[in-house]
């Protein structure tokens, strides 16, 4: 079964600097897609980035981009130039890319990073 | 605006009574989700529906039902059988169930049991 660690349960960084949040993963397959969410604290889940395991090159998002080591099962998150706005949980969350239907195309999270950013 | 709406926000009930959570999207989006979230605890998967009239049961669904008779509309029921119903419960929709679609999530609705 696919499991997602987030080592980090708190973090806090001061503002305009960069903050790494750890996600690590374990499966046997091959092809996966991995996600980093944020909840602010309005609880609003939205999509931060996305990355495809089949892709070496590390996804980016303005501020935010992904260190992905396929072999290490590691999918950290990089936030540059923090903002009070990034304050928020960031989930990490897996999904196989098996086109079998059921419940092996449901998103695994981890329990999250509390992010505060101060200013 | 296209997006997910969840209603209400907030939802008091009392030991041993049914009670169901809205969840509409106008997104066009064919997959929808219901998702329990508890302090400590990462998402879990109630129940998930990939079309009209077709929903499964996700790892927690014991105590919850659903149904999927309209496209944009996925209501979810806590009955009294579910031993622990106080939580916060996060709707989503995604295009299809494939796994490169990003899911979107409504705004949530937190339920107390009283």
């Known amino acids: 079964a696919q499991t997602v660690t987030q080592s980090q349960p708190e973090m806090s960084v001061q503002e305009a600097e960069t903050v790494t949040l750890s996600c690590t993963y374990d499966?046997?397959?091959?092809?996966?897609?991995l996600f980093w969410y944020k909840q602010p604290p309005s609880r609003q889940m939205i999509l931060v980035i996305r990355q495809e395991a089949y892709k070496q090159q590390n996804a980016t998002e303005n501020r935010f981009s992904v260190n992905f080591q396929k072999a290490a099962k590691s999918f950290s998150l990089k936030i540059s130039d923090s903002q009070l706005g990034d304050t928020a949980m960031y989930f990490c969350?897996?999904?196989?890319?098996?086109?079998?239907?059921?419940?092996?195309?449901?998103?695994?999270w981890g329990l999250g990073t509390s992010l505060g950013v101060n200013p | 605006d296209g997006g997910i709406t969840q209603s209400p926000k907030y939802l008091f009930r009392k030991e041993g009574q049914n009670v169901t959570l809205s969840c509409e999207q106008n997104?066009?989006?064919?997959?929808m989700y219901w998702y329990r979230q508890d302090p400590g605890q990462g998402l879990r998967l109630i129940y998930y529906s990939q079309i009209v009239n077709d929903f499964q049961k996700g790892d927690i669904a014991e105590g919850y039902s659903v149904s999927r008779e309209k496209k944009e509309s996925f209501p979810l029921t806590v009955t009294s059988a579910q031993k622990n119903p106080t939580a916060f419960y996060l709707c989503a929709s995604s295009i299809s169930a494939g796994s490169h679609n990003e899911q979107f999530f409504g705004p949530g609705t937190r339920l107390t049991v009283l």
């Open positions: 499966t046997s397959e091959s092809n996966y897609y």
């Open positions: 997104l066009n989006h064919d997959a």
């Open positions: 969350a897996f999904m196989k890319s098996d086109l079998n239907a059921g419940n092996n195309r449901k998103l695994i």
